[in-house]
């Protein structure tokens, strides 16, 4: 590489984490500390426990109706189902809400009512994808994700060492340095391991974003094909048709007789008009690549059958990538360990503004001295 293409290479790394460098720490930071709220929360809210019971749960449908007393001008949209000493989660979400209600599942009792979007996990997480801004902060991190891409890039070009003595220094801090080279290495040597982990999370999340990037992911994976749009089914709705009562839980115990051994979660996904379906999905493990969708008809119960975001063992290697997007934006998709590695990653990004910026003012003052 030319002296001239570095330093351009420099310069627009340089400008680039000047103009995005308070986003990009809002964005890691609050990634960092999302990153272990599962562990968190269970430890810390009771309400997430009950004592396990020898006695099936109550219904969905019973369940729906004490949920929908505690909150009743909201829509339930969802419940979350989980293990024997675990309470389950009513959902009701909309525009500019979502609450949970925590219930028993063996008794019905309420165990909590949620404000969730205003919690501090939910407050954290609005800064990662919104900046507390709504759709503008959206947008704001949308493109700033995509310059920081590129200063992920540009940044690795910028540290790639250009002989064998330049190899040594690459590797390690040197903390027995003075502060100024020892900043120097934090950004350089940091950020050079770092940037493995971040640039998997940076593209699942403008796979995300941009929609030309998840159509060309699909088309990738799936050799060519073109992605389908979501499916989003519809019952068959007649005037002398009514739905048919605790129709949800004859179709949710369905789908849990396919799974002898048990399951990690269960999401049921209740109908919003009269013209919606049930959906069931089943997660056999602790992952969301592996989730299982069904759609019933909430007239019929008849199952609707879908080509898209159905069985995964029917997904091709599109929809499987597709899937696996969350995943590997968490680290999840390695277990513990790839949390643990992303969550200090995200830490590591947080740093890269801060370390970054004093770099620039140390040069700055230097040349004015």
């Known amino acids: ?20 460098g308070l986003v990009v720490f809002i964005v890691c930071i609050t990634a960092a500390i999302w990153s272990f709220s599962p562990e968190i929360e269970n430890a810390t809210q009771p309400y997430r426990h009950v004592t ?16 929908r007393k505690q909150l009743p001008v909201r829509q339930l949209q969802r419940f979350n189902i989980r293990g024997r ?5 009513a959902e009701f979400y909309g525009e500019g809400y979502y609450d949970i209600v925590y219930l028993n599942p063996y008794t019905g009792a309420v165990l909590k009512v949620k404000d969730e979007r205003h919690s501090f996990f939910g407050t954290v997480i609005r800064g990662h994808y919104e900046l507390w801004m709504g759709a503008i902060g959206g947008q704001i991190v949308k493109w700033a994700s995509l310059i920081f891409l590129v200063m992920m890039v540009s940044g690795i070009i910028l540290w790639w060492p250009r002989n064998k003595a330049a190899r040594k220094q690459r590797f390690s801090v040197k903390y027995n340095a003075s502060p100024k080279r020892m900043n120097y290495d ?44 979501y499916p989003y089914p519809l019952s068959a709705k007649h005037n002398n048709l009514q739905a048919i009562p605790h129709g949800i839980d004859s179709v949710y115990q369905l789908q849990l007789s396919h799974y002898p051994a048990g399951v990690y979660q269960s999401y049921i996904q209740l109908p919003a008009t009269d013209s919606n379906a049930y959906q069931v999905a089943i997660y056999p493990c602790n992952d969301y690549y592996h989730g299982n969708f069904t759609w019933y008809d909430q007239y019929s119960l008849r199952e609707i059958p879908v080509s898209f975001y159905g069985q995964y063992a029917q997904a091709n ?26 969550f200090f990653a995200a830490l590591i990004g947080a740093s890269l503004p801060i370390t970054g910026f004093y770099i620039w003012w140390g040069r700055k003052r230097k040349h004015k001295q």
Request: proline share 4%; charged share 15%; net charge positive.
């Open 317 to 342: 290697g599109g929809e499987k990538l597709a899937r696996m997007n969350y995943d590997i934006h968490i680290g999840n998709i390695l277990g513990l360990p790839g949390r643990i590695a992303m």
């Open 52 to 67: 396990p019971q020898e006695q099936p749960f109550l219904s969905v449908a019973t369940l729906s109706d004490i949920a």
């Open 186 to 229: 934090l950004h350089n040597v940091l950020g050079f391991y770092a940037s493995w982990a971040l640039l998997f999370a940076i593209l699942t999340a403008l796979v995300w974003t941009f929609d030309s990037l998840g159509k060309a992911e699909f088309w990738l994976g799936s050799g060519g094909k073109s992605m389908p749009a």
């Open 1 to 20: 590489m030319t002296k001239t293409t570095r330093k351009i290479i420099g310069k627009l790394h340089l400008w680039l984490g000047l103009i995005v």
């Open 85 to 89: 000493n675990e309470s389950v989660k």
